[in-house]
């Protein structure tokens, strides 16, 4: 951040004045906006200079119009505080300094509150901006992106500035490869709101002030626009949150199996031996990764045809066994100003190339040597950089990694020792000329930049089928193109610890389709960390394994055949579970719930479950207790209220309370299924689409009444649109019921009913609408 200054602060109120939605207030010069988009989400901005900014055409966010007016109400208290508010929040102008506190009007329960020595202020040479707000003691901070650490973020600074963050993360890294300025705040009774920070320039939200109970936010431009959110749930907040940022559109189905990736596959021969080695040993996969070494010296859009003489054959081959091919594409572009690379030679001289402010074009080390790199703020750079994918997408490959987008680069060659991260000076200019910026303004928002291209080029070349598209980097918004992952963790057990609560902050963020390199990508897994982090990972809502060339191998097969039977036996549990976890997934897409959750998701009230970050749900109903620590061979896991069984051996146990369960290596790692869900099985299969989904599995749970629910979401797994059907099952006295809504027609199989304690029923054809009595 910039050095301190003594800041400048609004004044005292001179007038207000409401237009529809919007309260504007002037404070002597400086002018605090609100607006309320919905009953529940309230937007509201500072200018230092009475100006608000037009909306950028990269913002994460629509524009207000976008949102449907709510009733709105105002009005103007006795202290001369001005009100603006709907049925979710009231927004309070004090008279005074701009400051801000934000009700519920139901309640009048503060949500947050500048207090008396808070509100914003600016460096006067406006290299700067805060916001000081009221951090009561009894109030816990959840998301802010990706982060290391505790689940709750209180108590430490948070930086956003993507960052490529090399050679392993520890609890106290701060700055990673995805910013995302949101937090959700709850307190000791579970109550939540949220808040957005709608700023792309480097920010920091600081929690450290425990004595003060301050909580400040500082940006380095811009304006401090800040979206408020109403609770009092936190999917009441996450829902808000993703209707303003976006949510994850359904991926197509495949993208829920197990993804085989490595950096140092050198040969085409190699990935064949990979692929067939996976199908041999009976590992299911649908996904193998082509990195670096199948470019002609790292090179973006070629191949190296002496180490792959046939990528399309390859890819072909890998398809007709059930596996896509995913390859990895960066964003530097090779200097080569002596001719014979179509990339460089078109983006020179169309001028499609990042220059710094001095019109020199802006070269950096990366993968391939001396680079330069897209201006993805422009929407005809953007265009280009799509059908630069042309060639690749006609091979057959339709997915993509976006890497290195941060945009990671360095000072000299990348191998030589010495070489060190840089970033663009911040006064390289980015964007089309009728909205020129900074790279100060659009550091964090240069992957969300290329993600729409990418993503874009994969939708063209196969229209009306769902994309699927990896990132690394990113920023508020990003779920909308990509998925993303963790990046280069490293193969210790602190980092399989890390992945739990790193995963489930970019769950309550919005990024629902996130995961962390299984295994860890730097340095070496021995046989147990391996086996660990296989049985974590196959609940990753991305289950993708990922090292770095010049460590160990970390194939699941690489220690012998009892590590490989441990792998093997977590991903067969994940593909059996494929039904619930597309249903899952379509849920997140529809309401932007977390596919993987912290406990607080849904127990936020009870204590013992708020701050949990070594246990996750999986959706609703499902719950999973992974092992940490070397030579664990049980675990206490935590049971939130309610019933919960042991999906290995149908015990139930009565929860608020905690139980020892067994850890052991070769078996499965403690899960438990809430009691009151009816949970759909599938069957092992090599690949998620290899066979129909037959039999069909319900394994119903009763809960305290002898009751349960469960829902099945179906679809072609492929289409955008297209049928789909969603069947709902009830269980009630002994007797399961199916009702079957929508146009989507399975294939003909068998359903089979197991409850604990009972003898399974098998209903031999699946018609939709059913009834099985005791």
């Not at 199996?257 to 080695?277: C, D, F, L, N, P």
């Not at 001028?351 to 680079?371: I, K």
């Not at 610890?497 to 962390?516: D, N």
């Not at 998620?688 to 349960?708: S, W």
Request: with cysteine; glycine share 10%; proline share 9%.
């Amino acid at each position: 951040m910039a050095a301190e200054q003594t800041p400048a602060r609004p004044g005292t109120m001179r007038e207000h004045r409401r237009i529809g939605r919007t309260l504007f207030a002037d404070y002597g010069g400086p002018a605090v906006s609100v607006t309320l988009l919905t009953p529940g989400i309230a937007r509201i901005r500072f200018a230092p200079s009475g100006a608000f900014a037009p909306r950028r055409s990269w913002s994460p966010v629509p524009p207000d119009d976008d949102f449907d007016e709510p009733p709105v109400s105002g009005t103007t208290t006795a202290d001369g505080a001005v009100e603006i508010g709907s049925t979710g929040l009231t927004v309070r102008l004090e008279p005074a300094a701009g400051r801000v506190t934000v009700l519920d009007p139901a309640t009048g329960r503060v949500l947050l509150s500048d207090g008396p020595d808070g509100g914003p202020a600016w460096d006067p040479d406006g290299s700067a901006l805060t916001w000081t707000r009221r951090m009561p003691a009894d109030q816990h901070y959840f998301g802010l992106g990706e982060r290391t650490g505790p689940l709750d973020k209180r108590g430490r600074r948070h930086t956003f500035w993507n960052t490529d963050r090399f050679s392993g993360h520890c609890p106290g890294t701060d700055e990673l490869y995805k910013s995302i300025p949101f937090y959700l705040a709850m307190d000791e009774a579970g109550r939540c709101h949220g808040l957005y920070l709608n700023n792309t320039y480097r920010s920091v939200f600081d929690l450290t002030d425990e004595r003060g109970e301050r909580l400040v936010i500082a940006c380095d431009g811009g304006e401090l626009d800040q979206y408020v959110i109403a609770g009092p749930h936190p999917g009441d907040v996450v829902g808000r949150y993703t209707s303003v940022t976006g949510r994850m559109p359904l991926p197509p189905r495949w993208a829920l199996g197990y993804h085989h990736s490595r950096w140092g596959y050198e040969t085409e021969k190699q990935i064949r031996e990979v692929a067939a080695r996976l199908r041999a040993d009976g590992i299911p996969a649908d996904a193998v990764y082509l990195d670096i070494e199948a470019l002609d010296e790292y090179r973006n859009f070629t191949w190296d045809r002496k180490r792959f003489p046939d990528p399309a054959g390859l890819v072909r081959d890998l398809a007709a066994q059930g596996l896509q091919t995913v390859l990895l594409v960066d964003v530097g572009i090779k200097y080569q100003p002596e001719g014979g690379y179509r990339p460089f030679t078109e983006g020179a001289e169309r001028g499609y190339f990042l220059s710094d402010s001095g019109g020199r074009l802006l070269l950096r080390y990366v993968w391939p040597g001396l680079c330069a790199f897209p201006d993805f703020l422009r929407p005809d750079v953007r265009d280009w950089w799509g059908h630069l994918h042309d060639e690749l997408l006609a091979t057959g490959i339709h997915s993509f990694v976006n890497d290195m987008n941060e945009p990671s680069m360095r000072d000299r060659p990348i191998y030589e020792p010495g070489a060190r991260p840089v970033d663009p000076p911040p006064d390289t200019p980015h964007g089309p000329p009728d909205e020129r910026t900074t790279h100060a303004e659009v550091h964090n928002v240069y992957a969300n930049a290329e993600n729409v291209a990418t993503r874009g080029a994969i939708i063209r070349h196969r229209p009306g089928e769902r994309p699927f598209l990896l990132s690394r980097a990113g920023f508020a918004g990003l779920q909308r193109d990509a998925a993303t992952w963790t990046g280069d963790n490293a193969s210790y057990w602190e980092e399989l610890e890390l992945s739990l609560p790193q995963l489930l902050t970019l769950g309550l963020c919005g990024a629902a389709f996130a995961g962390a390199d299984i295994g860890g990508f730097y340095a070496d897994a021995g046989p147990e960390l391996l086996a660990r982090w296989y049985q974590l990972g196959a609940f990753y809502p991305l289950a993708r394994a990922h090292n770095a060339k010049g460590c160990s191998d970390q194939e699941p097969w690489v220690w012998g055949e009892r590590i490989e039977a441990v792998c093997r036996r977590a991903l067969e549990l994940r593909y059996r579970l494929l039904p619930y976890l597309y249903t899952v997934f379509a849920d997140a897409s529809r309401t932007g719930a977390p596919v993987l959750r912290p406990l607080l998701y849904h127990y936020g009230d009870d204590e013992s479950a708020r701050l949990r970050d070594d246990q996750a749900l999986l959706g609703r109903d499902l719950m999973v207790a992974p092992v940490l620590r070397p030579g664990r061979r049980t675990r206490e896991v935590y049971l939130p209220e309610g019933r919960w069984y042991d999906l290995r051996t149908g015990a139930a146990a009565d929860g608020r309370a905690s139980v020892l369960a067994d850890a052991p290596l070769e078996g499965e790692l403690p899960v438990y299924a809430r009691g009151g869900a009816v949970i759909p099985f599938g069957p092992v299969r090599r690949w998620v689409d290899e066979g129909p989904l037959d039999p069909l599995t319900l394994r119903v749970f009763p809960d305290a009444d002898n009751a349960a629910e469960g829902v099945l979401y179906e679809d072609d797994g492929v289409g955008v649109t297209g049928p789909s059907a969603t069947t709902r099952y009830a269980y009630r006295g002994g007797t399961v019921t199916a009702r079957r809504d929508g146009d989507f027609a399975p294939a003909r199989r068998a359903v089979r009913v197991e409850v604990p304690g009972r003898p399974e029923r098998v209903l031999d054809e699946d018609p939709g609408d059913w009834e099985l009595s005791p």
